[in-house]
């Protein structure tokens, strides 16, 4: 049995809590939060945990074997550091840290103390990406020469059920859309072509969030950004906190004897075509679990490293970081190299 302590306790967290009911080998035993409405929340939703307002409290535990961190972004790395410092396993929230030094300091954190880190990105372990992945290692359409990837909803006030303002807030959250939901696609093209990231050409903007004052967000509420990789794969992401709608979550992969379309046909998730445009479409049963914890629980008990360990993600943060570099300097930036130097 993994026992868990919870830092934070907003709509992530949340909804943390409801996929560990279901993981049998998963208890959560303190939850620790500064505010008293979310005190209460996890009371009530958590009634065998100890409910705890310093962070501290949580960290030094005797009853607690793993940290999940749910905390601002700003936050992530002092604590995960407080954790592994108290040779407790950790899994984090993306993005990992706010800085590429931060992300490092705490891979070698966990390898320094004997522990595993593990970073939240959850889409590549939604059963339809799976799929898509043992299709393209089947070679279904050859491959992959150029890709298009875009992802976006009306934004966290939308769906964080407080409304956390700090994701709005640049010393809490440090970076927006991008960070928020392009970073779920970086790390989804990595794991779906087996390629990285090497040199990014993005514009990171604020187009149309305003805070109460009617001031532009600190924050970016849209990127674009086209990726070239190491396999030889380009193309594009979008990531968007404006789309006032219904929300916008597909990749298109298109190869050397045909084309990939997933969340695209709403229909079907995943539909092949190959080159006399035939179409065969793959339906999979709706899951409303992350598959984050599942992952983390079994690497913990196997003593194996995560899928996505904090080295893992290296990768992914250094193509956000670097699209950010991009962005501000109006030009192609290289990343994932051994001749890159720190942003």
Same mark, same amino acid.
């Given at each position: 049995?993994?026992?868990?302590?919870?830092?934070?306790?907003?709509?992530?967290?949340?909804?943390?809590?409801?996929?560990?009911?279901?993981?049998?080998?998963?208890?959560?035993?303190?939850?620790?939060?500064?505010?008293?409405?979310?005190?209460?929340?996890?009371?009530?939703?958590?009634?065998?945990?100890?409910?705890?307002?310093?962070y501290?409290?949580?960290?030094?535990?005797?009853?607690?074997?793993?940290?999940?961190?749910?905390?601002?972004?700003?936050?992530?790395?002092?604590?995960?550091?407080?954790?592994?410092?108290?040779?407790?396993?950790? !899994?984090?929230?993306?993005?990992? /840290? &706010?800085?590429?030094?931060?992300?490092?300091?705490m $891979?070698?954190?966990? *390898?320094? =103390?004997?522990?595993?880190?593990?970073?939240g990105?959850?889409m590549?372990?939604?059963?339809?990406?799976?799929?898509?992945?043992?299709?393209?290692?089947?070679?279904?359409?050859?491959?992959?020469?150029?890709?298009?990837?875009?992802?976006?909803?009306?934004?966290?006030?939308?769906?964080?059920?407080?409304?956390?303002?700090?994701?709005?807030?640049?010393?809490?959250?440090?970076?927006?859309?991008?960070?928020?939901?392009?970073?779920?696609?970086?790390?989804?093209?990595?794991?779906?072509?087996?390629?990285?990231?090497?040199?990014?050409?993005?514009?990171?903007?604020?187009?149309?969030?305003?805070?109460?004052?009617?001031?532009?967000?600190?924050?970016?509420?849209?990127?674009?950004?086209i !990726?070239?990789?190491?396999?030889? /794969? &380009?193309g594009?992401?979008?990531?968007?906190?404006? $789309?006032?709608?219904? *929300?916008? =979550?597909?990749?298109?992969?298109?190869?050397t004897?045909?084309?990939?379309?997933?969340?695209?046909?709403?229909?079907?998730?995943?539909?092949?075509?190959?080159?006399?445009?035939?179409?065969?479409?793959?339906?999979?049963?709706?899951?409303?679990?992350?598959?984050?914890?599942?992952?983390?629980?079994?690497?913990?008990?196997q003593?194996?490293?995560?899928?996505?360990?904090?080295?893992?993600?290296?990768?992914?943060?250094?193509?956000?970081?670097?699209?950010?570099?991009?962005?501000?300097?109006?030009?192609?930036?290289?990343?994932?190299?051994?001749?890159?130097?720190?942003?």
């Open positions: 049995m993994m026992r868990f302590g919870i830092l934070g306790y907003g709509g992530i967290a949340q909804r943390f809590v409801g996929d560990s009911a279901q993981v049998r080998e998963a208890e959560i035993t303190v939850i620790a939060s500064r505010t008293e409405a979310k005190q209460k929340a996890a009371a009530s939703a958590v009634k065998t945990a100890q409910i705890v307002d310093q501290d409290a949580c960290l030094s535990s005797p009853n607690v074997d793993c940290v999940y961190i749910a905390l601002p972004h700003l936050m992530h790395k002092e604590m995960a550091m407080a954790a592994l410092a108290q040779h407790k396993h950790v !899994l984090v929230e993306k993005p990992m /840290a &706010v800085t590429l030094a931060e992300c490092e300091s $891979v070698a954190a966990a *390898e320094f =103390n004997g522990k595993h880190l593990m970073v990105h959850n590549r372990f939604d059963p339809v990406h799976r799929r898509a992945k043992e299709l393209l290692e089947a070679g279904v359409i050859g491959d992959i020469i150029t890709f298009r990837t875009t992802i976006g909803n009306a934004g966290p006030e939308g769906w964080s059920p407080d409304r956390d303002a700090w994701f709005f807030d640049k010393d809490k959250a440090a970076m927006g859309a991008l960070s928020d939901l392009g970073i779920h696609k970086l790390d989804l093209l990595q794991y779906l072509t087996g390629q990285t990231v090497i040199e990014t050409t993005a514009k990171v903007m604020t187009l149309n969030k305003h805070d109460d004052h009617g001031h532009f967000i600190g924050v970016d509420d849209n990127a674009l950004c !990726l070239r990789m190491n396999g030889g /794969a &380009v594009t992401l979008a990531a968007s906190w404006t $789309v006032y709608g219904k *929300e916008c =979550n597909s990749t298109c992969l298109y190869g004897k045909g084309i990939m379309l997933i969340y695209s046909d709403p229909g079907a998730p995943i539909v092949v075509r190959d080159m006399s445009n035939t179409s065969t479409a793959y339906s999979f049963e709706a899951s409303t679990r992350s598959g984050v914890i599942d992952e983390f629980v079994d690497a913990l008990e003593n194996r490293e995560p899928e996505v360990s904090g080295k893992e993600a290296l990768s992914t943060m250094r193509a956000i970081f670097g699209s950010i570099k991009s962005s501000e300097i109006g030009r192609t930036v290289s990343v994932n190299t051994s001749f890159v130097n720190h942003l």
